[in-house]
């Protein structure tokens, strides 16, 4: 299948459509039983159920997920999965597999679902916007499940906000994240840097050495601006070409009049060296230059 019709199929229901099935809100435990067998289409044997082998999630924390058994434990399965008929009478989990994994956990033997016919396209976005709702996901992760739908879903970021009922300025400022080196993502990744801090450093050739000094002096992201700041006007300073004493104008002036030549004299840093430019015009002017030079 070409990749024009994949993206064809994917956006068939729209990215708002197939928001409306991922429940991002688990209901009260007060009206759970109603709710959930209002929403489930039927209950299936676990051992029935695989994960979707392109799930862009590799990393389960076992921590949060004995925390999610023990929840199951004594409340049961609040919120369904999301599932597509397979071959042999087998359910691939479009959206649920942390609960379908900490099931497990909890020893039970049937999950409640929902079951959906959908495409390859679909499924992978499914799998992208539960990915983009865990409450533990960092920014650079978060931009990268927006970057996916834009890129391989022809998204746009109006589609994205909508649907996912952020404003479009998130969603924009996120994605300038991935801008940054791929170091500075890192720092992001794994929580040394905030977003916050991390915009600061957006479009900054020096982003991973400033991101460092913000680690270290435990800045707040006012503090990091500042810092930001601070190194652009001292790079600007020292970029800037310091303007010529007058006897350096001077000397210019009489060796141009005594060799008939621009000169121009540069002097280092500490004033004590520098160099002297000699621009001619033609081939006959260097020529005189060297019979001067020569003594001849």
Request: hydrophobic share 35%; proline share 3%.
């Amino acid at each position: 299948m070409s990749d024009n019709t994949t993206r064809t199929r994917g956006l068939g229901r729209g990215l708002s459509s197939l928001m409306s099935d991922v429940v991002t809100q688990e209901p009260a435990q007060s009206d759970r039983s109603a709710k959930t067998e209002s929403r489930a289409d039927r209950t299936i044997p676990i051992e029935k159920l695989h994960p979707n082998p392109d799930q862009p999630r590799r990393n389960f924390n076992d921590t949060a997920l004995s925390e999610l058994a023990e929840s199951i434990r004594s409340k049961g399965v609040i919120q369904p999965l999301i599932v597509r008929e397979t071959a042999d009478d087998m359910f691939e989990i479009v959206a649920g597999e942390r609960r379908w994994r900490a099931a497990q956990k909890a020893g039970l033997h049937d999950l409640p679902v929902l079951v959906r016919e959908l495409s390859d396209a679909e499924v992978l976005q499914f799998a992208i916007i539960e990915n983009i709702q865990r409450a533990d996901l960092n920014a650079v992760d978060e931009a990268t499940g927006y970057r996916q739908l834009m890129d391989r879903f022809d998204h746009t970021q109006e589609d994205i906000a909508s649907a996912l009922g952020k404003s479009r300025s998130h969603i924009a400022n996120l994605l300038r994240l991935l801008t940054l080196p791929e170091d500075v993502q890192v720092l992001v990744s794994e929580g040394k840097l905030t977003s916050g801090h991390a915009r600061t450093l957006v479009g900054k050739e020096n982003a991973h050495e400033l991101a460092k000094q913000i680690i270290k002096g435990d800045l707040s992201v006012r503090q990091a601006e500042k810092l930001v700041n601070k190194s652009k006007e001292a790079k600007t300073k020292a970029s800037k070409p310091s303007e010529k004493d007058a006897d350096t104008k001077n000397i210019e002036r009489e060796l141009a009049a005594h060799l008939g030549m621009s000169v121009r004299i540069d002097h280092d840093s500490g004033g004590e060296t520098g160099k002297v430019t000699l621009s001619y015009r033609d081939l006959g002017q260097l020529d005189d230059l060297l019979r001067r030079l020569s003594g001849d």
